[in-house]
């Protein structure tokens, strides 16, 4: 079985950075798709991010677009998150995800099959 792992999390101010990585183990990373999602506090989980086996990538909005930046390492089996100009409200969990399925749909959840344990990103005012 798929094992994926994030690290990379913590507290920043607004406008400040973070470069989150996900390693996988189990499988072969390069053929498969890689997704990142966050849940806030009280809120429904939410995707942010995806790229394809081949490198093509889906962000969520123009909002996520112009500040995150997602990217993979097919070398060390990591897909990163780089994370700038942070706001408040992107105060969540942040987790990643692969999804095995050719067919599956990339910005749902439920399309994914394997998820790491997830880790805090806290922006403060």
């Known amino acids: 079985q798929v094992q994926l792992v994030e690290s990379g999390g913590g507290l920043v101010q607004a406008g400040g950075s973070l470069r989150l990585s996900c390693a996988a183990s189990?499988?072969?990373?390069?053929?498969?798709?890689m997704g990142w999602f966050r849940q806030a506090p009280g809120k429904e989980r939410e995707f942010v991010a995806a790229?394809?086996?081949?490198?093509?990538?889906?962000y969520a909005t123009d909002s996520v677009k112009g500040r995150f930046t997602i990217s993979r390492d097919n070398a060390k089996n990591t897909v990163y998150l780089q994370m700038n100009s942070l706001k408040p409200e992107d105060t969540a969990v942040y987790y990643c995800?692969?999804?095995?399925?050719?067919?599956?749909?990339?910005?749902?959840?439920?399309?994914?099959?394997?998820w790491g344990q997830g880790t805090q990103v806290t922006v403060s005012s």
């Open positions: 995800a692969l999804q095995v399925s050719l067919l599956g749909t990339i910005v749902a959840g439920s399309s994914y099959n394997y």
């Open positions: 189990g499988r072969t990373f390069s053929n498969y798709r």
């Open positions: 790229i394809t086996r081949n490198g093509g990538i889906t």
